[in-house]
């Protein structure tokens, strides 16, 4: 928290680099040979989701208006309580088939996920810049 206060990121920068941090982190986590390799893995998923939560939080709240926000951190908090749930079922499920493919699999969906925060960056820039020019 204390980094992301005296920096003050934007949503997007903190999604760009947390998502892919998280995939690092669960490649090291399932690569690692050692316990200290797992530990280093849990570092990085930590610092990962430590960056990337707050600035999904962040921007579901920016892309609403005020008299949606309410409803839009309802929906957020009720998407991420469904992942505590229903990840760990399909997390054993792949598990059983393949000791990695679980692994693989979630990381394939940060992959995708850190891919989806760059392209709404990038979009949020331009939406931002033609706002500024038409107000000119």
Do not use: H, W
Request: glycine share 16%; charged share 10%; proline share 5%.
């Amino acid at each position: 928290g204390g980094l992301v206060q005296v920096f003050k990121p934007g949503p997007y920068v903190l999604l760009g680099m947390g998502m892919p941090i998280i995939a690092v982190g669960l490649f090291v986590y399932a690569a690692a040979p050692t316990f200290y390799g797992i530990i280093l893995g849990c570092a990085l998923l930590g610092l990962g989701f430590g960056l990337a939560n707050p600035g999904l939080a962040a921007a579901a709240s920016l892309r609403t208006g005020a008299d949606a926000q309410g409803a839009t951190a309802g929906l957020m908090q009720a998407a991420m309580s469904a992942g505590f749930i229903f990840g760990p079922l399909g997390g054993t499920a792949l598990y059983e088939r393949g000791p990695l493919l679980a692994v693989s699999f979630a990381s394939l969906c940060i992959a995708a996920a850190a891919a989806a925060a760059v392209i709404a960056a990038f979009g949020s820039r331009r939406d931002r810049v033609v706002t500024e020019v038409g107000d000119m």
